[in-house]
Nanobody, 124 residues
Framework: QVRLEESGGGLVQVGGSLRLSCLAS????????MAWFRQAPGKEREFVAA????????YYADSVKGRFAISRDNALITVYLQMNSLKPEDTAVYYC?????????????????WGQGTQVTVSS
């Protein structure tokens, strides 16, 4: 059983930056993929970014390319989401997700474990 714990959300002004963290525990350190999704009020949960531990490949939603960057800690099973040039439409609850295997996927159903979420609010 993998447990995911997100942190780093908060309130930021338009154009500002935030860094989210997700610490995974209970999983192995072999082949896995970690990702970020987000869900705004009244909308479906959507893919943001993913990172594959095996080959260090990354995958981003078009809406965040060039503004967000996903990375990991070499020593821990931790993934970060650096969010720059934030916009009001980035306001959402951000969820960390985990799956075994190195294939990068953007489908919610592809992930087996989820965190509780952290709120990001971008004010104009």
């Amino acid at each position: 059983q993998v447990r995911l714990e997100e942190s780093g959300g908060g309130l930021v002004q338009v154009g500002g930056s935030l860094r989210l963290s997700c610490l995974a525990s209970g999983g192995n350190s072999g082949s896995y993929t970690m990702a970020w999704f987000r869900q705004a009020p009244g909308k479906e949960r959507e893919f943001v970014a993913a990172f594959s531990r095996n080959n260090h490949n990354t995958y981003y939603a078009d809406s965040v390319k060039g503004r967000f960057a996903i990375s990991r800690d070499n020593a821990l099973i931790t993934v970060y989401l650096q969010m720059n040039s934030l916009k009001p439409e980035d306001t959402a609850v951000y969820y960390c997700a985990f799956k075994d295997g190195s294939r990068l996927v953007s489908n919610i159903k592809g992930y087996d474990y989820w965190g509780q979420g952290t709120q990001v609010t971008v004010s104009s």
